[in-house]
């Protein structure tokens, strides 16, 4: 990877998602946000930034990109997802796949918004 895709503040890990993912990329994804859950003490709270047209052509493609969530759920008290209000009902059709994990989504306008909420300073239901 050219760039972290992945940043820390306190217990909120922001991860940053992009186009055609393949598995030594999304394994190193995984590995950092192992490292990020561990420097937090054991649990973390995440801001995945969809910045993808990935729910245009396939949802499934998107779920794949996500595997590093699934084998991390354990350890992620919250997770919203900020991406293309377009696809917001992809994006929330996925959250059941992270059984519990407090989730929410916001449209990328609304990061401020997301991160209050990981912080537990705002609901999101606006």
Known sequence: MNQNPIHKIGNIVTVKLFDRMIDRQT????????????????????????????????????FENLHFVRIHSDHIERMCIVGSKGWESTYIGLFGLFSGIEMAYFDR??????????????????
């Open 109 to 126: 306008s609304q990061t401020v918004e997301a991160i209050r909420w990981l912080q537990g300073i705002a609901d999101p239901e606006k």
């Open 27 to 62: 394994r190193a994804l995984s590995q950092m946000l192992q490292r990020s859950i561990t420097a937090a003490g054991g649990k973390i709270r995440l801001l995945l930034s969809i910045d993808t047209q990935l729910p245009a052509r396939s949802p499934e493609n998107l």
